[in-house]
């Protein structure tokens, strides 16, 4: 397990760009796969992107792709999130999480956890 502090989150306008970033402690991040997650009020959390150890390999969920891209730099230990034309249904809580594995993450059973950072996009 690893402790992941997430960042940037914040209100902004519909068609307007966020950038999360995911602080990993460790130098073990460097092994991990990450993801984003999301969980607006009353639903449940969805799989926003998993990216693998290396960043060479991601998957999105159907509703961010082409809006959203995810990244990592493993010498700072940190994962990113780029959010461009961003909607009023983006408005979430967004889940930093980490697994040793891809499959894991994508099952939505990562072995680590964020707090969470809230963003909310206004019409």
């Known amino acids: 397990q690893v402790q992941l502090v997430e960042s940037g989150g914040g209100l902004v306008q519909a068609g307007g760009s966020l950038r999360l970033s995911c602080a990993a402690s460790g130098r073990t991040f460097r092994t991990y796969a990450m993801g984003w997650f999301r969980q607006a009020p009353g639903k449940e959390r969805d799989l926003v992107a998993v990216?693998?150890?290396?960043?060479?390999?991601?998957n999105y969920a159907d509703s961010v792709k082409g809006r959203f891209s995810i990244s990592r730099d493993n010498a700072k230990n940190t994962l990113y999130l780029q959010m461009n034309s961003l909607k009023p249904e983006d408005t979430a809580v967004y889940y930093c999480a980490a697994d040793p594995l891809f499959d894991r993450i994508a099952a939505k059973n990562p072995s680590s956890w964020g707090q969470g950072t809230q963003v909310t996009v206004s019409s």
């Open positions: 990216i693998n150890w290396s960043g060479a390999n991601t």
